[in-house]
């Protein structure tokens, strides 16, 4: 008599985002039949959320967003639900729905992703204010727009800019508040600040600075107007928030897993639960800085693929890098910049923002070097022996370069002298440097010369 055939491993996934999905592309290589469940409160077939502020601005139409085709998501074989997880049982080792169904795993990652931080004033009671979590949100957007006049916006860093231009290219009259002096103070330095500002501005939005919410206004359950601490009243129908996003770790608290500012997980993203793995942008490896990128959640959501099948394959954290459009002007963020002298916390956020890392506000002890025209901009952190952060605005020949000598520590005390003295002849040296840097094989210790 054969023995009874061994019960297949079962693997679930929560959350359909990036780190979802390339978890779940990463696993079906790796185990070609065995059962995945992908359960996710997103009705919609995977997409890029980065794209939400193109589709806002007008720039691409709605099907450009979705970059898996259904073949290829049917490929996967997945069982796909669509459903709320309200509770998890790591003692089961099931899920509960909030339809009351149970779903049973044997190796679970958790993808829930982060959620707009929802600002004080914000009323239940009135329609017209919003937020860009998810392509919902922006169909959301996009049918007030049409009927909405004017619009106010609140928060900092990319995606409040990203609501700015947007409402402004669907030709409302756009009212942009930031309690600070200027745009995004933690991570641009002051002159950078005021170039976004001014071309925001020739965008037709109208920036008011050290402008804060006292209370909003409405009638007959829709929003009529924003009331600044100042007393003042803009007469508005739409109001669209972006203060921050916050890793959505509910679930994971109350299963009585390890919790800081996300869901902690050691070097193989295992949760403190064994066989519970997390990724994306509620997870938080160790004591590391918090990363909303986009490249992270998809690195991590492949390393958790790979784990989720039994390797042992260790995540290592790259350096925070993104690269982002900022009114027009392509912008990379590399390592740690800052945000110039004295910056601080920037006023307009209370928690990290998408397309952000924590690391960027780790302000080195280095010297800052700026090369400038017009909007061309290139800012190094020069440390010790290293480059430890850079941001070029505008034109972007030094991003790549820069992108690889940060990632791979190289020693630039060769030509550190000279990255110290003015930008005229600091570039060219680190010019020569990089193509003898490439020459040697990326990495290898420099000589002297």
């Not at 059962?35 to 502020?53: D, K, Q």
């Not at 392509?135 to 409040?160: E, F, M, S």
């Not at 050290?210 to 929003?223: F, S």
């Not at 949760?271 to 918090?290: I, M, N, Y």
Request: with cysteine.
């Amino acid at each position: 008599m054969s023995a009874p055939k061994a019960r297949p491993v079962q693997y679930v996934i929560v959350g359909s985002g990036i780190a979802g999905l390339a978890a779940a592309e990463t696993l079906r290589t790796r185990q070609p039949q065995a059962p995945i469940t992908m359960i996710s409160e997103e009705p919609h077939n995977f997409y890029s959320r980065p794209g939400l502020a193109y589709l806002l601005r007008g720039d691409i139409p709605e099907k450009q967003l979705f970059i898996r085709t259904r073949d290829d998501l049917r490929g996967l074989n997945l069982q796909r639900i669509h459903a709320r997880v309200t509770h998890l049982a790591c003692d089961r080792r099931e899920l509960v729905l909030a339809n009351g169904q149970r779903v049973p795993y044997d190796r679970l990652l958790l993808a829930p992703g982060a959620q707009a931080t929802r600002p004080p004033f914000i009323r239940d009671d009135l329609s017209g204010q919003v937020k860009i979590d998810s392509l919902d949100d922006t169909r959301h957007i996009l049918q007030l727009a049409r009927r909405g006049k004017t619009a106010v916006v609140v928060g900092g860093g990319i995606t409040a800019l990203e609501l700015a231009e947007g409402l402004a290219a669907r030709r409302l009259r756009v009212h942009y508040f930031l309690r600070g002096a200027r745009y995004w103070s933690d991570v641009l330095d002051e002159e950078e600040s005021h170039i976004v500002m001014a071309r925001l501005e020739q965008e037709g939005v109208h920036i008011h600075t050290n402008t804060q919410v006292k209370q909003l206004h409405g009638a007959a359950g829709r929003l009529t107007g924003v009331e600044t601490e100042a007393g003042a009243v803009i007469p508005a129908e739409l109001l669209a928030y972006a203060i921050g996003v916050r890793p959505r770790v509910e679930l994971a608290r109350a299963a009585g897993l390890a919790v800081d500012k996300g869901i902690v997980v050691n070097s193989f993203l295992e949760t403190s639960q064994p066989g519970v793995f997390a990724a994306g942008d509620a997870a938080q490896v160790g004591s590391t800085p918090l990363d909303v990128l986009w490249p992270t959640a998809l690195h991590q959501g492949r390393v958790a693929g790979a784990n989720l099948a039994g390797e042992k394959v260790g995540y290592v954290r790259a350096v925070a890098c993104n690269v982002t459009q900022l009114t027009g002007l392509k912008v990379t963020i590399i390592g740690s910049v800052g945000g110039g002298k004295g910056s601080g916390k920037d006023a307009d956020t209370v928690a990290i923002v998408r397309g952000d890392s924590e690391s960027w506000r780790l302000a080195p002890r280095a010297a800052v070097l700026a090369d400038r025209h017009d909007v061309n901009r290139v800012r190094l952190f020069v440390g010790e022996r290293h480059i430890v952060g850079a941001l070029v605005m505008g034109e972007q020949t030094w991003s790549r370069p820069l992108q690889r000598l940060i990632a791979a520590g190289a020693d630039i005390l060769p030509v550190r002298a000279a990255l110290l003295g003015p930008a005229a002849t600091a570039f060219p040296a680190l010019a020569q440097f990089y193509q003898q840097w490439e020459q040697r094989g990326a990495g290898a210790p420099p000589g002297r010369g």
